[in-house]
């Protein structure tokens, strides 16, 4: 199981990134997706979630409106388009994978799998 996130850099404020996770796990299109981020000495926090076919999303507070997860199972592929960018969102962010009943996949215990990250770092 590999999960493969890309599309991070440095950018002013105000500017977009598109994040993309690239998973080879068999169980992709049944999955929920998520992305997390930490920043520096900061625990890691809930980002996006989406269902596995799209229908449901989630977002923490920080980014609504600014951020969309969107995913496409034929390519095995989540995404994060991250738009307004602000300093503060400055981190160090993480896709994963998780399946099963009784999980609200808000926090990052309920992952089962995850990426390396890709750092985005914000300038002001």
């Known amino acids: 199981v590999q999960l493969q996130a890309s599309g991070g850099g440095l950018v002013q404020a105000g500017a977009s990134l598109r994040l993309s996770c690239a998973a080879s796990?068999?169980?992709?299109?049944?999955?929920?997706m998520g992305w997390f981020r930490q920043a520096p000495g900061k625990d890691r926090e809930f980002v996006a979630t989406?269902?596995?076919?799209?229908?449901?999303?989630d977002y923490a507070d920080s980014v609504k409106g600014r951020f969309a997860i969107s995913r496409d199972n034929a390519k095995n592929t989540v995404y994060l388009q991250m738009n307004s960018l602000k300093p503060e969102d400055t981190a160090v962010y993480y896709c994963a994978a998780g399946s099963g009943l009784s999980r609200s996949f808000l926090v990052s215990s309920d992952y089962d799998y995850w990426g390396q990250g890709t750092l985005v770092t914000v300038s002001s």
């Open positions: 989406i269902s596995w076919n799209g229908a449901n999303k």
């Open positions: 796990i068999d169980t992709f299109s049944s999955a929920v």
